[in-house]
Nanobody
Framework: EVQFVESGGGLVQAGGSLRLSCAAS????????IGWFRQAPGKEREGISC????????YYADSVKGRFTISSDNAKSMLYLQMNSLKPEDTANYYC????????????????????WGQGTQVTVSS
């Protein structure tokens, strides 16, 4: 059974930092794209950062570029998101997801090709 479990969310003041982790079980990253998505109440889902496991190429949404950093440990099937300079508009449920056809990182973040995803971890940024 494939399972993705996110952790690391919480309440933080604007300007603060958080590091999210995603542990995947029953799934190896191999040549697939994996990434972080977020969704706030009443808003559309946003693919904020994705990475293609085969070459480490990354994609960042403009809304997080320069503030967030995605990384992965393929051997451990772990995905991370370092979030710095957090803003109230970053408040959302953050979840990790993966695809299984070998998409590039940008296409995965901007598309609808999720095959596996977790329940998410809530990030709340106070002003």
């Amino acid at each position: 059974e494939v399972q993705f479990v996110e952790s690391g969310g919480g309440l933080v003041q604007a300007g603060g930092s958080l590091r999210l982790s995603c542990a995947a079980s029953g799934f190896t990253f191999d040549d697939y794209a994996i990434g972080w998505f977020r969704q706030a109440p009443g808003k559309e889902r946003e693919g904020i950062s994705c990475i293609q496991s085969s070459d480490g190429s990354t994609y960042y949404a403009d809304s997080v570029k320069g503030r967030f950093t995605i990384s992965s440990d393929n051997a451990k099937s772990m995905l991370y998101l370092q979030m710095n300079s957090l803003k109230p508009e970053d408040t959302a449920n953050y979840y990790c997801a993966a695809e299984t056809i070998g998409m590039d990182s940008k296409s995965f973040c901007l598309g609808t090709g999720m095959d596996y995803w977790g329940q998410g971890t809530q990030v709340t940024v106070s002003s």
